[in-house]
């Protein structure tokens, strides 16, 4: 009898834990604030309200960080024309990132891609 209430108290407290561990693995607030920055910075370079300067065709691919007064710093960028690598710089670096809750020291790399149809 004693054995069958340990067994059950154990099976209790591994469900317990197994049903713990689960939770610690929802989405952080830093991994959801990424998503909103990415978001963010795709919509300012993908849509642009003035559609007239948009490069033709070309590939960007940006590795940037933000800082704690609310502007990018841009690590790296490769690109596969100058006009193009512009482009997404400038449109980048208007975008207002103050209300950004992220973290310290974080890097973001985003890839565009510009094809004419």
């Known amino acids: 009898m004693k054995t069958i209430n340990i067994t059950r108290i154990l099976a209790i407290a591994l469900l317990l834990g197994f049903i713990s561990t689960f939770s610690s693995y929802a989405a952080s607030p830093a991994a959801i604030s990424a998503k909103k920055i990415r978001q ?61 809750v992220h973290p310290y020291n974080q890097y973001y790399k985003i890839k565009f891609s510009f094809q004419q149809d």
């Open 40 to 100: 963010k910075f795709v919509e300012a370079v993908m849509n642009p309200e003035d559609k007239s300067n948009v490069p033709t065709s070309g590939e960007v691919e940006v590795l940037f960080t933000l800082n704690d007064e609310g502007t990018v710093d841009i690590k790296k960028i490769k690109a596969t024309n100058d006009d193009v690598a512009n482009y997404v710089k400038e449109k980048i670096s208007n975008v207002p990132c103050k209300d950004f």
